[in-house]
């Protein structure tokens, strides 16, 4: 069995598939929490935001990571959330 991901190894996956402004991830190798924030999700919905992560982490998210939830954020939102 190859070795587990860790959160640092995830968030180098979506940081390189998705421009992001702020990620940070926790986890425990199998499941994973992540707050992204990317003027990707300016204009979307959630499920639009969940698919854009999801197509940056590709066949990872099926072979190496079993649960991910997220918190998906544009810049302005995690502006106003953090003011």
Same mark, same amino acid.
């Given at each position: 069995? #190859?070795?587990?991901?860790? !959160?640092?190894? $995830?968030?180098?996956? &979506?940081? /390189?598939?998705? !421009?992001? %402004?702020? $990620?940070? $991830?926790?986890? #425990?190798? +199998? +499941?994973? %929490? @992540? &707050? &992204? =924030?990317? !003027?990707?999700?300016?204009?979307? *919905? !959630? =499920? @639009?935001? +969940?698919?854009? $992560?999801? @197509?940056?982490?590709? #066949? *990872?998210? *099926?072979?190496? &990571? +079993? /649960?991910?939830?997220?918190?998906?954020?544009?810049?302005?939102?995690?502006?106003?959330?953090?003011?």
């Amino acid at each position: 069995m #190859d070795t587990l991901p860790t !959160p640092e190894k $995830v968030r180098e996956y &979506i940081a /390189a598939g998705l !421009p992001c %402004e702020h $990620v940070a $991830v926790e986890g #425990d190798g +199998h +499941h994973f %929490e @992540a &707050i &992204i =924030v990317s !003027p990707s999700f300016e204009g979307k *919905r !959630p =499920v @639009a935001r +969940h698919q854009l $992560v999801y @197509a940056a982490l590709g #066949d *990872r998210m *099926r072979a190496e &990571i +079993h /649960a991910l939830s997220m918190q998906t954020l544009t810049p302005e939102e995690w502006a106003n959330r953090a003011g």
